[in-house]
């Protein structure tokens, strides 16, 4: 079997997918990075290559997500691309004729606006948790109830109350208050969906004009009760793609196929980098005013890797093959 390797690093989850040449999903694994990177890395990197038939040949890699650059170096990428791009392209491919992208990640949301399989716009929010995927863990961690029950229970609601959702802080004193004024669990996590929806489309919806086909993807489209409270706002249906855990992975591994239809062999470094050592580390630069934040790559030792200098003085002292990884 042939195919392309997608491969996501966000702050919360690591994301890797294998599409086969006509960009169907055959593998996706799903890991919580747990602040860990590399090491994610190298275990998703295990677990695909332990599902794949022995000899499978992956004809190129592409990476996105916040990691995405580390991510390049580690497994060697055809493609790095930034996840407005590589949601919106695997949105477009599962979801044909899209029109709008809801995400919702672990840390972060965005909304993708698409005509004719175009991105005209887009916006994300990277300020505040409220309504992603970490803090909707945290309320249900201290709720008591696990992650899977949250959009269930709270579709037995049958009059939500009022959240305040503009903050998480704001929206956790202002559960904990209705709680203790009595109101049931189903009708607070219900008031808390509706907050958080009235939060995004208030913040990173603003100003957008969202149209049907209207796709939600992302770690949180698995919480029902998100996906009505979006209906229940926008007043129009909200679809919930395959494989909607792991689209900007799906979407990298389509531009990977992308890149690699247009001739040219692919530097994945093989499987085999889940055991190689690799350790990242970084300085401080002192040589002008800026101060950059200089972030270095080793693999076994030797530095493969440098980036974060706005002058190049680093990054350009690696040789044009390691600078790309």
């Not at 990197?45 to 592409?62: F, I, N, Q, S």
């Not at 696990?146 to 802080?169: H, K, N, Y």
């Not at 202002?174 to 669990?185: A, R, T, V």
Request: hydrophobic share 40%.
């Amino acid at each position: 079997m042939k195919g392309y390797l997608g491969i996501d690093v966000g702050s919360v989850s690591t994301n890797l997918v294998f599409v086969d040449e006509n960009g169907g999903v055959r593998e996706a694994v799903y890991l919580r990075t747990r602040g860990r990177p590399i090491e994610t890395i190298q275990a998703g990197l295990r677990e695909v290559a332990g599902r794949l038939p022995a000899k499978t040949a992956v004809r190129g890699v592409g990476c996105t997500g916040s990691g995405r650059h580390l991510a390049g170096v580690i497994a060697g990428a055809d493609v790095v691309k930034n996840e407005i791009t590589s949601h919106a392209t695997a949105a477009c491919a599962l979801a044909p004729g899209v029109r709008t992208v809801l995400e919702i990640g672990g840390q972060d949301s965005k909304i993708i606006i698409i005509r004719d399989g175009v991105v005209a716009d887009f916006a994300m929010n990277t300020v505040c948790a409220a309504g992603t995927g970490s803090f909707l863990d945290q309320q249900a961690a201290r709720l008591n109830i696990p992650i899977e029950d949250f959009g269930p229970t709270a579709l037995e609601s049958g009059a939500p109350v009022r959240i305040a959702g503009r903050c998480a802080v704001f929206a956790e004193s202002d559960m904990i208050h209705k709680q203790q004024m009595g109101y049931g669990l189903p009708d607070i996590l219900a008031g808390l969906c509706e907050a958080l929806v009235r939060n995004y489309l208030n913040n990173v919806g603003k100003g957008k004009e969202i149209l049907s086909p209207v796709v939600f993807q992302g770690g949180v489209a698995a919480n029902v009760g998100m996906k009505r409270a979006f209906e229940q706002a926008l007043g129009l249906t909200v679809q919930i793609p395959p494989h909607y855990g792991v689209m900007g992975a799906v979407g990298a591994a389509l531009l990977a196929r992308e890149k690699m239809a247009r001739g040219g062999n692919s530097r994945f470094r093989g499987f085999g980098v889940a055991a190689t050592r690799f350790a990242a580390g970084g300085f401080e630069c002192d040589g002008c005013p800026n101060l950059c934040e200089v972030v270095e790559i080793k693999r076994e030792g030797e530095v493969i890797a440098r980036w974060g200098d706005r002058c190049g003085k680093w990054s350009s002292a690696l040789t044009p093959e390691e600078k790309t990884g």
